[in-house]
């Protein structure tokens, strides 16, 4: 993963399974909401802001991604998510 911010890495760990678009197709499912890859370019950007909640999802797939690539156990990388939580 390259060195930037949070929605650049979300980008690259949901691009290791599948396309952007699947990744923003599964963040909608998972959060009930309908962005586009367009909204999630603005966040990259800094042009716009993604909510606390979409900020945590993305959050979670990076660090998910980033812990197994060090062969943290599904169970290590559980607990230390669980204790990572934006207010």
């Known amino acids: ?3 930037n911010n949070l929605v650049t ?3 690259e760990a ?3 399974t599948g ?3 699947d990744g923003v197709r599964e963040m909608n499912k ?5 962005y586009r890859l367009s909204r999630v370019r603005e966040w990259e950007r800094g042009t716009r802001q993604a909510n606390p909640a979409t900020m945590q999802y993305m959050l979670t797939i990076v660090l998910t991604h980033a812990l197994a690539e ?3 156990s599904k ?3 559980k607990k230390i998510i669980d204790s990572i939580k934006l207010p």
């Open 70 to 72: 060090y062969g943290l």
């Open 1 to 3: 993963m390259k060195d």
């Open 75 to 77: 169970e290590h990388i």
């Open 9 to 11: 890495s979300f980008l």
């Open 30 to 34: 998972a959060l009930g909401t309908n």
């Open 19 to 21: 396309t952007m678009s």
């Open 14 to 16: 949901v691009r290791t």
